[in-house]
Nanobody
Framework: QVQLVESGGGLVQAGGSLRLSCAAS????????INWFRQAPGKEREFVTA????????YYAESVKGRFTISRDNTKNIVYLQMNSLKPEDTAVYYC??????????WGQGTQVTVSS
């Protein structure tokens, strides 16, 4: 069974940091692009960052550039999202998704991040 499981969300004050994890299992993801999205209440899902599982260029939304960093631990099959200098507007449910050939094939269940002012 293929799974993406996010963890690491929580409540943090503005200016603080959190590290989210996306644990992948059930298949090899080396040819996939791993994405992080987020969805705030009442808003559409928003792209945050993406990176090939095998490495290479990463992409960030302008709203998080310079504050968020995506990384991987290939030995553990985990993708991380390090979030620094958090702002209240970063409050959302964060999802990881694995995409191949433009299709988002697998999604995690999401993890809640709440940033208080």
């Amino acid at each position: 069974q293929v799974q993406l499981v996010e963890s690491g969300g929580g409540l943090v004050q503005a200016g603080g940091s959190l590290r989210l994890s996306c644990a992948a299992s059930g298949r090899t993801f080396s040819s996939y692009i791993i994405n992080w999205f987020r969805q705030a209440p009442g808003k559409e899902r928003e792209f945050v960052t993406a990176s090939k599982w095998s490495g290479g260029t990463t992409y960030y939304a302008e709203s998080v550039k310079g504050r968020f960093t995506i990384s991987r631990d290939n030995t553990k099959n985990i993708v991380y999202l390090q979030m620094n200098s958090l702002k209240p507007e970063d409050t959302a449910v964060y999802y990881c998704a694995a995409a191949q050939r433009g299709h988002y094939e697998y999604w995690g269940q999401g993890t809640q991040v709440t940033v208080s002012s």
